[in-house]
């Protein structure tokens, strides 16, 4: 979501676009080969010079898999911000960002927010067009709870092959919403029970945003939990031979819901500190996940 330059109506140059030629070169370097988008991303320059690099290697095309958002509409003049999930709105978004891509296809489309307004047969009727006319490959959601992806998959006969949440070791609400049952603590918790088991038992790829924590356990500590935890995770990284980033990418890994994380940086070298986790299984001890989440928490489980 950073490339591209600022999120405002100015264009973009040859300096963003070598920007993002380091970025897929880092990637396809560290084994990683996804490349996660959005329409909105700094509106739409994001995906755009991601096509000039496209179109400027060709054959990189068939080496990647693309996955972009739609959903969410920015505040403007004319309206405030607001999710936007009406089947012509879909179709519209996927056109533009095909266009802005510089590719016939979408390998996967999540829509990206929750729409209060959202009919879902007519959800579900855009998502059949754009899979029959091969716009399309396969479909997904962002930021919805497992209730939310089994009222619309019940109007949908494709399936939805993915869920984006916010997930890390500085997130750890998805974790912790199972573990407080029972507990005084668990009213706390708003992450929507079940939400993972749903995932799971539905073959519903749980995909992290933010896994690395802005940095916060590899060199950008704000509390007293985050200096702990990044104390343990510096120690662990070097045990194993590895970076901080992969022992916490690491931690999402390690547990069964196999989390895939989607790393948002843009720096080329933060990009490669990650390879490890891309290449390696997760090299976590059960003692050690639980030493790592509750030096984050700051609080002994209860």
């Known amino acids: 979501m950073g490339l591209g330059g600022p999120w405002d109506a100015s264009g973009y140059g040859a300096e963003e676009i070598a920007a993002a030629e380091a970025l897929v070169e880092a990637a396809l370097d560290s084994g990683i080969t996804c490349f996660d988008h ?47 999930l009406r089947g012509s709105s879909v179709v519209q978004r996927v056109e533009e960002s095909l266009e802005r891509l510089r590719t016939d296809v979408i390998d996967t489309l999540l829509l990206h927010r929750p729409d209060a307004l959202a009919d879902p047969d007519d959800v579900a009727a855009a998502l059949t067009s754009l899979h029959r006319d091969g716009l399309v ?30 997930m890390s070791l500085h997130r750890r609400d998805w974790v ?8 005084p603590d668990a009213a706390a918790v708003g992450f929507p029970l079940g939400t993972i088991e749903y995932c799971v038992a539905n073959d519903i790829v749980l995909q992290a945003w933010g896994p690395l924590a802005k940095g916060r356990y590899s060199g950008r500590a704000e509390t007293e939990a985050d200096r702990a935890a990044s104390a343990l995770v510096a120690s662990l990284a070097e045990a194993k031979g590895t970076t901080a980033e992969t022992i916490v990418l690491w931690w999402l890994q390690r547990h069964p819901a196999r989390i895939a ?15 490890d986790a891309a290449g390696r299984a997760p090299e976590l001890t059960h003692e050690e996940w639980y030493e790592l989440w509750v030096a984050a928490r700051g609080a002994p489980l209860p």
């Open 38 to 84: 959005a329409n909105i991303y700094s509106q739409g320059k994001a995906e755009a010079v991601f096509g000039e690099v496209l179109a400027r290697s060709p054959e990189l095309r068939g080496r990647i898999e693309i996955q972009t958002k739609c959903g969410i509409r920015l505040a403007s003049d004319e309206a405030p911000g607001l999710y936007d």
């Open 137 to 166: 490959r396969a479909f997904g959601v962002s930021n919805m709870s497992g209730e939310q992806i089994a009222h619309l998959q019940a109007h949908l006969e494709l399936p939805l092959v993915a869920n984006q949440l916010e």
């Open 176 to 183: 912790e919403a199972g573990v407080l049952v029972n507990t």
């Open 261 to 275: 994380p989607v790393i948002g940086t843009t720096n080329p070298a933060r990009i490669r500190s990650c390879r």
